[in-house]
Structure formats: C-alpha cells, structure tokens
C-alpha cells in the first residue's frame, strides 16, 4: 500500500546531542511537511517542502534544520536537542486534491 | 495567523451514543478535513469536503462542509470503545501548502 513510513518510531538521544529523523513516502507527492506534536495539542507546523522549495515557519527554532534530497525522503535533523524538544514528530505529504496524510510519527525523548 | 476553533475539547459519552463536534473559523475555507489521531499514533484523515454544503458520510461518521464555508461540523452515530481518540478538524491555505488545524476534541467512549 502507498503510505508514508517514518523511522524510527521511538528514538531517545541526549541533551545536546544531534539526531536525525527519517521520512520516506511512496505516494509520489510533491509536498512534504514536518510538524511537532506535544501532549495532545494539535500538530504545529516546522518547515514543508513544495517539491525541492524549502520552507521555514517564522517561529521554527534555528535548531531544526531539513533535507529532502528526493522526491520519496525527507529528513528531519535536530542540531542540538534540548528538553523542551520532546515531543512526537509527524511526517506528512499532500495530494493534488489539498488531502494531507500523515506518517505514524516518531515519539523522541531527550534524556 | 489563521485559527480554526474546535469544540467541544473534550466528551465523556457512553456507547451507542451520536456525538457531534464543530470547527469554526474567521476566515473563508474551500476545503475541510477531518481527523483521527490515537494515542501514539499519526492523524489519520477521515472525511475531506470540498463544497460549501456538501455533507459526506463513510461509515457511521458524517461530515458537513458549511454554507458559510467558515465552518465545518463531524457526527459520529451509535459510538463504540474503539471511537476513542482526538479528533481534529483542518483546512489548507489558499495555495494549499499550509495547514491550519482545530485544537482537537478528545473523545471518550464508556462500555
């Protein structure tokens, strides 16, 4: 089934330590986004792609940073992770017809 | 920037009951999604609207996108355990590159 996978599901890194985390979709959609999920909120935007077209949200901390080099990954790299960055990570693409799907997430804890 | 007010936040309900929640917004949506997210999982989409009135239904939940098209309401009839989760409505930005999401409704069901 075409979907959108993201790996790992659960990562723990160290306070300060880099970490990267993965997007890959099969669906072949030329737009691609990152959120942040905390505890139930709703998922609040970081960057997304229109095909190789970076785009930053204005309140995007420097300390995330992305790559995209096809049209199938998209990678997700926390510089420099602090404590207030645990939360869970959404992947998600976007249909011609504006339909958004999500990935299965990836919950990170920062020890 | 955009917000999309979503009520109620949270419902205690007993199985076999509807339950109904609504999205509301300042401004003019040409598209409504509606989603599912369980505990430790990604959104998943449930209903897309894409016409003001249009009422659209897959299995026992039924979505209408408003007249005004600055709101949206989701029913779910005769809830069961596994209804279970937060529910968010969504809308894109005009170029459909940007999602802006309701704060959520969490759903309990009782046996």
Redesign the interface.
Known sequence: DAMVIQNPRYQVTQFGKPVTLSCSQTLNHNVMYWYQQKSSQAPKLLFHYYDKDFNNEADTPDNFQSRRPNTSFCFLDIRSPGLGDAAMYLCATRDREGEQYFGPGTRLTVT | GQQLNQSPQSMFIQEGEDVSMNCTSSSIFN?W?W?KQEP??????LI?L?KAGELTSNGRLTAQFGITRKDSFLNISASIPSDVG?Y?C?G?QNN????Y????T?LNVKP
């Not at chain 2, 999401?101 to 959520?104: D, E, L, N, P, Y």
Request: glycine share 16%; aromatic share 24%.
């Open positions: 598209t999604l989603y430790g999982e990604g959104p998943v989409l897309a894409y937060i968010f969504a894109p459909f590159n940007k999602f999401f309701g704060s959520g969490k």
